[in-house]
Structures are given as C-alpha cells and as structure tokens.
C-alpha cells in the first residue's frame, strides 16, 4: 500500500482517538473518504452511541464519492442498532473501494460488513495498521473477544520504584500533571478498583472529576475481611460501589447495603470469579490503582492487559518503602511478564509509560482475522 494511503488510515486513526472517552460501549472508528484522485474529500468519527458513525459523518462532508475510496479503522457495521447499517451508506456513495484496518468481532458483524460490501461489487482491503488500531480500541476488543473487561494497572512511583514512603506516605509522588493524566485514566475505564488497604489508608473517592465522560463510573473494592465501614469517602459520590467480600458480619453488611452498596458476598472470590461478575453487570473496562498487594495479584494472576505507570523525578529509598508490585515474585527472570508496544511521554517533571501484556495484540489480531 502506497505512503499516502498509509497516511489516510492514519488520520483516520487519529479521528477515532477523539471519541476515547465517550464512544463507549461502542468502538473509536474514524474514517476518511478520497475522489478517484485520492483528494481527501471527507473526514469522520464516531462520538457516542447513538450518533452518526464515522463512515456516516465522513460521507456528509464528502457528499456522493463515486469512483473514491473509504478508509476506516473498522469493519462497517452490517446491523440495526441505534443507527441504521453502515454499508447502506458506504455502497449508497458510490465508492469503488474500502480499506479497513481490521473486522469487527462483535457477533452482530463478524465480517458481514465485508462480504456485503463485496457483493455490492466495491473493492475490499482489510489489514493495514491492524495492530495500531487493535491497540486504540483495546477496551472494546477485549471484552468482545475475551467476554470479560479489559484490565488496566496503574500505578505512580518515585524513580527508584518506590510507590510510598517506609511511613506509609505517598501523597504526592506524581506532580500535578500527573495526577492530571492518572484522572484522565480514569474517564476512559468503567470501573476504578482498589484494595481493602487502600481504601482504609488513603480514603478515596475513586470518581471521576474531569468531565471528559458521560456519566460515573463504577466503583470496586476487594475487602476479603469487610472493613471498610458506611462512612468510607467513596459511598459520598455519585455512582455505584461494589464489594467483594467473603465476610459473614450481617451487621457491616447491612449497614453497607443501607448505603446503597452492592455488597457481593461468596466464601472464595478470585480475580477471574470478580472480572467474570464486573462482566455480567456490564462493566467493559477495569483500572486497577492498587495496592501493591491487589496489584501483586493481578501480575501473579495473569488478569491484566495495560500498563500505566508515571514515574516522578525522586528518590525515596529505604528498605521499608514499597514498591508498586507485591507478593512473591518470579523466581527466574525468563518467568517475568513482559509488557510490548510501550509508549513514553511528559506530564510535567514526570514520565509516564504505557504498554501491553506481550502477546495481548498478536492474539487478538488472530481473532480478528477469523472475525
């Protein structure tokens, strides 16, 4: 595929990117539409659910594109949903060729978008920037593909890995701007989960506060032995709160659930048997922020897909500070996860990274491409 043609896909990436936080529980698309000349003609995204879809939205701006190609980050929908099926206006316009990052896993698709635009005799190419676009829709991608939510972990450390003082201290580690991204963080995930630990220790609200999504978000504590108590910050904002728990206390349970909390209660609850019931309640996305014992877990676990850590330009030192991943380790190194596609970037004096579980894209695409 030609360099220009790379670049229309990428713009479209990059449209899709601006619905991160609001297109949920539908994917980011975004698409681009060129003349036969390969004069761009028409630029679109998908905002939110209910909305034009991106095809749709490039298409009002580009009017009939007869003889042109369409080029969007995902399979065109072939379903009534919300909005009429996508193809009925990419073969309405009369473009003679669609290119398309990767199918849609989602059952009501699964290539029917495609077939059905090749039986409407348009040219079709699937896989160009497959895995950049993977990685942009990787929360809708993992719970249409792995029926569960996507696990993020994230985490702000000192330079030498330290996520608290030896005391215990550990606001602030990041600086402003980082606390600033790691709220971000939290717009674009359904739920923020924590330990028992941490909810007694630090008190958090565990809301968001930026307004870049519709809504508040669900929000989830292991609490094994059931101590944080009705007068916990977080029960003082808007949202849902869930327990996971394997105490017997009928009296903090009911006082909880007077609360309006959901107190979820079973003798033996394990990461997966906690995703498992997040996934049932409709929950598509999961931002772990600790503590390193929950996080600790998670890792030994395997229940994780992202990586968000921002790491702030000091030294705490001290053999009793923390660091951000408990429990009992790995004993050789060629046992380590490994994070890939890792991204780097400023907030501030701070540096924060991003990446994914190794492999997490390579299974995907495979899925993909039977989709």
């Known amino acids: 595929m030609r360099d220009v043609e790379i670049g229309h896909l990428r713009l479209a990436l990059r449209l899709a990117a601006r619905g991160r936080y609001t297109a949920y529980p539908n994917p980011m698309v975004g698409a681009v539409v060129t003349d036969r000349g390969g004069r761009r003609i028409g630029r679109g995204y998908h905002h939110a659910p209910g909305q034009a879809h991106a095809e749709v939205a490039a298409f009002a701006e580009s009017g009939r594109a007869r003889g042109g190609t369409l080029y969007v980050t995902l399979e065109p929908c072939s379903h009534h949903g919300r909005t009429p099926p996508c193809i009925d206006a990419v073969v309405a316009s009369g473009v003679g060729r ?14 029917r978008g495609l077939r059905a635009l090749r039986d409407a005799g348009i040219e079709v ?23 569960r939510p996507m696990v993020t972990l994230k985490w702000a ?10 005391s215990g201290e550990s606001q602030w580690i990041s600086s402003p701007k980082g606390r600033q991204w790691a709220l971000a963080l939290r717009e674009e995930h359904d739920a923020i989960l924590v330990g028992s630990g941490t909810a007694l220790a630090d008190d958090p609200s565990l809301d968001r506060r930026l307004g870049l999504a519709p809504g508040p978000n669900v929000r989830v504590v292991l609490d094994r032995r059931l101590r944080v108590t009705s007068r916990a910050r977080l029960l003082t904002v808007d949202g849902p709160v869930i327990i996971y728990t394997e105490s017997g206390n009928e009296r903090r349970i009911a006082g909880l659930r007077s609360r309006g909390v959901r107190v979820a209660r079973r003798k033996v609850w394990t990461l997966r048997s906690v995703l498992r019931d997040l996934h049932r309640l409709g929950v598509g996305s999961v931002l772990v922020e600790g503590g390193a014992q929950v996080l600790g877990g998670f890792v030994a676990a395997g229940e994780f897909d992202r990586v968000e850590v921002c790491t702030a330009p000091k030294l705490i030192g001290g053999g009793g500070a923390p660091g951000p991943i408990a429990g009992s380790g790995v004993a050789k190194l060629a046992d380590a996860p490994r994070i890939e596609a890792m991204r780097t970037g400023r907030r501030g004096p701070d540096r924060v990274m991003s990446g994914v579980r190794e492999g997490l894209l390579d299974h995907l695409l495979v899925e993909l ?3």
């Open 98 to 111: 669609v290119v398309a990052c990767h199918a849609d896993p989602d059952f009501r698709v699964r290539g």
């Open 125 to 147: 190419a699937v896989g160009p920037l497959a895995r950049e676009a993977v990685r942009l829709n990787l929360r809708y991608l993992v719970e249409k593909v792995e029926a």
């Open 157 to 166: 450390q000192s330079l030498d890995g330290k996520i608290a003082t030896a």
């Open 369 to 371: 491409g039977g989709a």
